[in-house]
């Protein structure tokens, strides 16, 4: 797989960001026709030549040593989410020649790992680079409703934001979400560079929605970690929970999500609601 552009574009965009000012470079009289770093002050604080550095900004990545990756980083002032993306972007580069696109096996949810998410007493689902929800438990599956049900299934939060109306209503940080999940997914590209299933996926998106397409050209990636949802639900309401992911050592690709609500909240109050509601409904379909 070629990448060169996918690395030329990434190192442009970061260029961008920063000002002359930001990276601690003396100000000069004259307009600037770029509206950040040029090439030969990017070049000036990585320590390299800027015949190299415009080589490198052009897709040239492959067998750039790690020292002069980590250059690059400090002098684009990346944050850990662009620093671990540059270097996936190079170590894709280097392996451009032996490896080819794969359809990722069929990915098996152990007993024991189910049996965690049905432990939880909130709502808790595994997830992986494609915004699948793997697998869940009843309350995770009760606030993920609105997905479960969409026609543009299977459940993938990055499907049913771009590509179902109803998701203007049930996600109320409307920007922050597209944002975010285009980031995700952007992060996820560059660690399985190989992986069809995600390539397709991100075809998908693009060729039906052109916010998509904007948002995937700015570059921008994002370790999802932790965090606050705002989110809308049709039997809940209003919800803010706060969530962490915790990566499965054992099960590489899946994360654990875990979403709680401040005890005696409003949020905590439509939980219960929603907890009650879906008990109800597992009533309705057990034979």
């Known amino acids: 797989m070629d990448n060169r552009s996918e690395v030329r574009d990434f190192l442009v965009t970061r260029r961008g960001k920063v000002t002359p ?15 950040g770093l040029r090439r030969g002050e990017v070049a000036q604080l990585a320590g390299v030549s800027v015949e190299y550095y415009t080589q490198l900004e052009r897709g040239n990545i492959r067998g750039a040593s790690d ?3 980590d250059a690059l980083a400090r002098a684009l002032q990346l944050d850990e989410a662009e620093r671990a993306h540059l270097f996936d972007l190079a170590r894709a580069a ?10 990722p ?27 699948d929800i793997v697998a869940t438990n009843r309350l995770g599956r009760a606030l993920n409703s609105p997905l479960f049900d969409s026609p543009v299934g299977p459940a993938n939060h990055a499907r049913f934001r771009f590509l179902d109306p109803r998701a203007a209503d049930y996600y109320r940080d409307w920007d922050a ?11 996820a590209a560059g660690n399985n560079p190989y992986d069809k299933a995600l390539s397709d996926l ?6 039906r929605s ?18 606050i949802k705002r989110l809308h639900h049709p039997i809940a309401g209003d919800l803010d929970l706060a969530y962490e992911a915790l990566e499965l050592p054992s099960d590489p690709g899946l994360a654990l999500l875990i979403f709680t609500a401040e005890p ?3 949020s905590q109050q439509a939980l219960d609601l929603l907890a009650s509601w879906a008990a109800t409904e597992a009533q309705h379909v057990s034979p």
Do not use: Y
Request: proline fraction near 3%; hydrophobic fraction near 35%.
């Open 21 to 35: 000012e930001q990276a601690g470079l003396a100000a000069h009289g004259g307009t600037r026709r770029v509206s």
């Open 67 to 69: 020292s002069v990756l």
């Open 94 to 103: 280097t392996n451009s020649s032996t490896t080819v696109r794969r359809k």
């Open 105 to 131: 096996a069929a990915q098996r949810i152990r007993p024991v790992v189910q049996q965690i998410l049905d432990s939880q007493l909130c709502p808790a689902w595994l997830s992986n680079g494609h915004c």
């Open 177 to 187: 979400t597209g944002r975010d999940t285009v980031a995700a997914l952007r992060t």
């Open 202 to 207: 991100i075809g998908e998106l693009a060729t």
């Open 210 to 227: 052109e916010e998509f397409r904007t948002r995937w050209a700015t570059h921008d990636v994002r370790l999802h970690r932790t965090g």
């Open 264 to 266: 005696g909240s409003p």
